[in-house]
């Protein structure tokens, strides 16, 4: 098994983990706005709590998003740094498809990862059990007057059926219109305690899968995953014009 240090600060949380000998040792923040003060001292703790150095870390990995811009360039920047440092490749891992890991033992033929994105919006996917997109693209913004006819619609394009559907995340409890699309088209809602917010724990897993598929890059070429492209463009447009 490779040795893999996972970075994650997609959310209101941050945390650090070190995978290694089969086991995975996380440290975790729960202070909102602080994870620049964090993720290089839980680096330091894990590092010498395994008396190894970074030397000794075959890759870095980190969520890359959709989540919170600052917290996703903060980690990056801190897993870019220190890959480049060590000459260590760096391994990308969507936020969304590290959600389906709490839920790999279910029988689920898809997974619906939920983020709430703020301003009457969510980031969503649909992912099967291996952490492997079934659309398109990773990652979907997802809005009040359009989600029950998209989610319906993936579902049909699909051919799954939503009673074999696993939804999974906070979000589809405390958006309305999230929940009550699963109710309308009957799908499960993931047990509570698999709800938990996105981890390093799970982005190391996925990392380690990566890894043996040779899926990793340089750290040069790796950038986030911000399903909110246009609407900074549209922001930094209207700042320049004022």
């Given at each position: 098994m490779s040795t893999i240090l996972a970075f994650e600060a997609s959310g209101e949380k941050c945390s650090v983990s070190l995978s290694m000998n089969h086991e995975t040792k996380t440290l975790v923040s729960d202070q909102p706005r602080a994870h620049a003060t964090h993720l290089l001292p839980f680096t330091e703790q894990l590092l010498a709590e395994h008396q190894c150095v970074l030397a000794d870390v075959d890759a870095i990995a980190c969520a890359i998003g959709p989540g919170s811009f600052t917290g996703l360039r903060i980690a990056l920047s801190v897993a870019q740094g220190l890959a480049y440092a060590s000459d260590k490749p760096v391994i990308a891992v969507n936020s969304l498809a590290a959600m389906t890991v709490p839920v790999k033992e279910s029988a689920a033929a898809l997974v619906l990862p939920l983020v709430d994105?703020?301003?009457?919006?969510?980031?969503?996917?649909?992912?099967?059990?291996?952490?492997?997109?079934?659309?398109?693209?990773?990652?979907?913004?997802?809005?009040?007057?359009?989600?029950?006819?998209?989610?319906?619609?993936?579902?049909?394009?699909?051919?799954?059926?939503?009673?074999?559907?696993?939804?999974?995340?906070?979000?589809?409890?405390?958006?309305?219109?999230?929940?009550?699309?699963?109710?309308?088209?009957?799908?499960?809602?993931?047990?509570?305690?698999?709800?938990?917010?996105?981890?390093?724990?799970?982005?190391?897993?996925?990392?380690?899968?990566?890894?043996?598929?040779?899926?990793?890059?340089?750290?040069?070429?790796?950038?986030?995953?911000?399903?909110?492209?246009?609407?900074?463009?549209?922001?930094?447009t209207r700042i320049r014009a004022s």
């Open positions: 994105a703020r301003m009457d919006e969510v980031y969503w996917g649909a992912y099967s059990l291996e952490g492997q997109s079934c659309i398109e693209k990773n990652a979907l913004m997802g809005t009040r007057e359009g989600f029950e006819r998209e989610l319906q619609a993936l579902l049909e394009r699909l051919a799954v059926d939503a009673s074999h559907v696993l939804a999974t995340g906070q979000a589809w409890q405390s958006i309305d219109y999230a929940k009550s699309a699963a109710q309308v088209l009957g799908v499960h809602l993931a047990e509570e305690d698999t709800q938990d917010e996105v981890s390093a724990a799970y982005v190391a897993s996925l990392a380690q899968a990566a890894w043996r598929k040779g899926d990793y890059v340089s750290p040069q070429k790796v950038d986030l995953y911000y399903c909110r492209d246009s609407i900074a463009w549209n922001k930094r």
